[in-house]
């Protein structure tokens, strides 16, 4: 079983929709958690740590489910730009240092 | 965040040959990180490159085909030696820091190497 796994996707949404994407980690000592974005041919960059209590950033937002071991990103109001790959980060807390776990990424294709 | 570069943004090498990859951070930095990224594949880390020491490397690399440097805390090279085709992939240079978050981390923007 993969440490961290994602839908692969891809989602193709239009124009103002909402799109939801989940990911789950089989790691419990788990403590940090991310959602970045990384469009074709380029770098990941971040795009929103996940906190327990839920955060929001404009029009997305970020939960996370320790007890399931389940984070979520929700898109409100898909626009064309939102079209990239979505990679869902773990940080596992190891002596020394945390050791980051990149999911394999959701793709996702918002259309006019 | 940090700024990172990375050079060469691409390049095409002959299999056999050997590539030097150089990350440079505006800032200095503790931890510095060396990912591959295959097409169509998530990022898989070869090993953090430590300032003063060796890098510490990821299971299935080793020191002798991805040799890296860490010579200052705003610098790192990383070689891809005697490369194959199977090399061929983007390679990624990242920092962690940021004022919120210790553990978050940031990417150059990455060398496209494509082996022959």
């Known amino acids: 079983r993969k440490e961290v796994e994602q839908d692969p996707g891809p989602f193709n949404v239009p124009e103002g929709a909402t799109v939801a994407f989940n990911c789950t980690y089989s790691n419990s000592a788990s403590q940090s958690f991310f959602w970045y974005r990384q469009d074709c041919r380029k770098e990941p960059k971040l795009l929103m740590s996940?906190?327990?209590s839920g955060n929001e950033d404009g029009r997305f937002t970020a939960q996370l489910n320790r007890a399931s071991q389940y984070i979520s990103l929700l898109i409100r109001d898909s626009k064309l730009s939102d079209s990239a790959t979505y990679l869902c980060v773990v940080n596992i807390w190891e002596t020394g240092g945390f050791k980051t776990i990149f999911g394999a990424g959701t793709r996702l294709f918002v259309k006019a | 965040s940090a700024v990172i570069s990375q050079k060469p943004s691409r390049d095409i090498c002959q299999r056999g040959t050997s590539l030097t990859i150089q990350c440079q951070v505006d800032?200095?930095?503790?931890?510095m990180f060396w990912y591959r990224q295959q097409p169509g594949q998530s990022l898989t880390l070869i090993a953090t490159?430590?300032?003063?020491?060796?890098?510490?490397?990821e299971s299935g690399f080793v020191i002798d085909k991805f040799p890296i440097s860490r010579p200052n805390l705003t610098f790192s090279t990383l070689t891809v030696s005697n490369m194959s085709p199977e090399d061929s992939s983007i390679y990624l240079c990242s920092v962690e820091g940021g004022r919120d978050s210790t553990d978050t981390q940031y990417f150059g923007p990455g060398t496209r190497l494509t082996v022959l």
């Open positions: 996940v906190y327990s």
């Open positions: 490159a430590n300032q003063g020491s060796e890098a510490t490397y």
């Open positions: 800032s200095q930095v503790t931890m």
